[in-house]
């Protein structure tokens, strides 16, 4: 199992930048792909941005060029650095790791982005 914790969250203005989070309970080598989800208010979670254990990386249309995924495997973390942060960046960031079949989601930091 993987137990994964996020920070970084907070109320920002347009323009502005924050950097998340996601501490992992154990190595994050072995994990297949950790993933970034956001929950806007209302409305469905849905990837931002997934980096896999060999490094590579993909993003949402909607934050190419403004969010950036890394990992440090020595920390176990994975962060998202968010550029540029507009009004409907706005919500609930989760974290995601798939390990061994299996699906593991932290409790999420929250995002507020003020226009």
């Known amino acids: 199992q993987v137990q994964l914790v996020e920070s970084g969250g907070g109320f920002v203005q347009t323009g502005e930048s924050l950097r998340l989070s996601c501490a992992a309970s154990?190595?994050?080598?072995?994990?297949?792909?950790i993933a970034w989800y956001l929950q806007a208010p209302g409305k469905q979670r849905e990837l931002v941005a997934v980096?896999?254990?060999?490094?590579?990386?993909d993003y949402s249309d909607s934050v190419k060029g403004r969010f950036t995924i890394s990992s440090d495997n020595a920390k176990n973390t994975v962060w998202l650095e968010m550029n540029s942060l507009k009004p409907e960046d706005t919500g609930r960031y989760y974290c995601?790791?798939?390990?061994?079949?299996?699906?593991?989601w932290g409790q999420g930091t929250q995002v507020t982005v003020s226009s």
């Open positions: 995601k790791a798939y390990y061994l079949g299996g699906e593991y």
């Open positions: 154990r190595s994050i080598i072995n994990i297949n792909h």
């Open positions: 980096i896999t254990s060999t490094g590579d990386t």
